[in-house]
């Protein structure tokens, strides 16, 4: 929608919308989205949170040894700490430990989310072990939750928190079920042990195949790095036991072939850093489709446009996931309470079929329509006009200018390079 639109039916409606508030609303996981969307939404609505784990921190959860996620004991941020933090709660420094550094690992962000939601007082609303296995509508105006375990409750509009790093993307090449090679994935990953003196293929190029390219190479013999991206070569270049390839075609057991033609033999490994894939088992697919992990019929990457009381935040990635999930979180409370008037369901389904089709008609792949990336400040700012909601504050701004640039000049030791002081000093409580 044109921001200009927008602004003027915020306007508009600010002279004679109702405000709808204390209505019952389903937040389904704990996670940093779910923490985010209880924060803001509870200000104006009745909030229960559901999480069928029994901590919050979703992903960052480290109780169970790092065998269920995404996350490893190693791992750390690729943001530091204060960017990464949502807007209305700094990280506090004490939380993570000195070595290291800015960008702090799995435990110090469990313990960040913790005291995010003792902030806001957000304990005594989740039920925890709470697995949701059913949402579906009871009529035009509310929606039935069903648990594993206890019994059915009913709402006025649910959100879905239930993060998109559980099911691991394995693409589908030749010879990948019977080649008989070992092939894992990033989410199988815990520490680089298993892979000593061996000669191991890496297949992905982002942050997350190139923090385990890193890795692995202090233990493995050879680590052949596959992707397509631009730059590869500069992320590993100190790593003399490291060589770029490109992807894979056809996986044999004697010889693996890629791309370019070229066959690479004697590799004991394969490990996926292929990415995850979008999941809702608790949703009719008469509610929502997946495609090629595009999720179908959403507005703003939010609303389910055909029945906008079903919402999702925390859908896109390449971002700065905690104050993405807030300002999200902040333009769908101004949905909820309609102080922002959207056009009727017709209007919003034809606004997202017609975004997806401009997205399918660019070059590129299908799968990539969440892939905020560089777009990610223009929909923030979209997301904050549209709603006359607080601009991004400056420090972030700020933040965020250092933070890219160090990344650019050093893109394969940012983590030890010093962050400007000036800009990363926290103000004080206030
Ligand atoms: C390897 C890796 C590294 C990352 N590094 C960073 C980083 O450095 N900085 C950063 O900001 N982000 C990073 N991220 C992104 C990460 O996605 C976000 O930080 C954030 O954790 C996502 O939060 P979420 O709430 O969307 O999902 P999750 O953290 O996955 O939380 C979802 C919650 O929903 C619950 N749930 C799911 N289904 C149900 C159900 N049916 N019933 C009840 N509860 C349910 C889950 O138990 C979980 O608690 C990284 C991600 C990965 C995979």
């Known amino acids: 929608m044109p921001c200009q639109w927008a602004h003027l039916l915020v306007k508009l409606h600010g002279m004679t919308h109702q405000t709808r508030t204390n209505r019952n609303i389903a937040i389904i996981g704990a996670g940093a989205a779910g923490l985010a969307a209880a924060s803001v939404l509870q200000r104006t609505q009745s909030v229960t949170l559901f999480e069928q784990h029994s901590v919050v ?18 791992l750390r941020s690729n943001l530091p700490a204060g960017l990464m933090a949502f807007l209305d709660f700094p990280f506090q420094r004490q939380l993570i430990p000195e070595h290291e550094g800015d960008y702090p690992g799995p435990a110090a962000v469990a313990a960040y989310l ?9 304990i005594p609303k989740i039920q925890f072990n709470a697995e949701v296995t059913r949402v579906s509508p009871i009529n035009d105006t509310q929606w039935l939750i069903e648990l594993a375990d206890r019994p059915a409750q009913i709402f006025d509009a649910v959100v879905v928190c239930n993060g998109h790093y559980t099911q691991p993307n394995r693409p589908l090449i030749e010879g990948s079920t019977e080649s008989g090679l070992s092939v894992l994935h990033a989410k199988d990953y815990i520490n680089p042990d298993p892979f000593r003196d061996q000669q191991v293929l890496v ?8 923090d385990l390219v890193r890795e692995i190479s202090t233990t493995a013999k050879q680590v052949y790095w596959c992707g397509h991206d631009l730059g590869m070569d500069a992320l590993v270049q100190d790593k003399s036991n490291v060589s770029i390839h ?15 033609g070229e066959r690479l033999t004697g590799v004991d490994q394969v ?55 807030l300002i999200q979180s902040q333009w769908l409370n101004a949905v909820l309470t309609g102080q922002l008037q959207l056009p ?3 209007q919003l389904i034809a606004l997202s079929d017609a975004e997806v089709a401009q997205h399918l008609a660019k070059p590129g792949e299908p799968r990539h329509f969440h892939r905020l990336g560089a777009d990610q ?30 990344k650019l000049a050093h893109p394969q030791d ?17």
């Open 344 to 346: 009727d369901a017709p």
């Open 377 to 406: 400040l223009a929909y923030l700012v979209h997301l904050i006009e549209s709603a006359a909601l607080a601009p991004l504050p400056d420090i972030f701004l700020a933040r965020l200018k250092a933070v890219h640039e160090i």
């Open 414 to 430: 940012f983590r030890a390079i010093e962050l400007p002081s000036q800009t990363f000093r926290d103000p004080p409580p206030a």
């Open 114 to 122: 913790q005291a995010y939601a003792g902030h806001h007082q957000l």
């Open 57 to 74: 921190g979703g992903l960052w959860r480290t109780n169970d040894n790092f065998k269920h996620t995404a996350l490893y004991p190693s």
């Open 271 to 325: 490990l996926l850093c292929t990415g995850y894939q979008y999941q809702f088992p608790f949703l009719d697919e008469a509610l929502i489709t997946i495609d090629d992990n595009l999720v179908h019929g959403l507005h703003q990457h939010i609303l389910l446009a055909k029945r906008p009381t079903l919402a999702f935040i925390g859908l896109p990635y390449l971002v700065i996931p905690f104050p993405l999930f």
């Open 246 to 260: 490109a992807d894979p075609t056809k996986l044999n057991r004697d010889a693996i072939e890629l791309a370019d």
């Open 203 to 210: 297949w992905g190029s982002k942050a997350s195949g190139m």
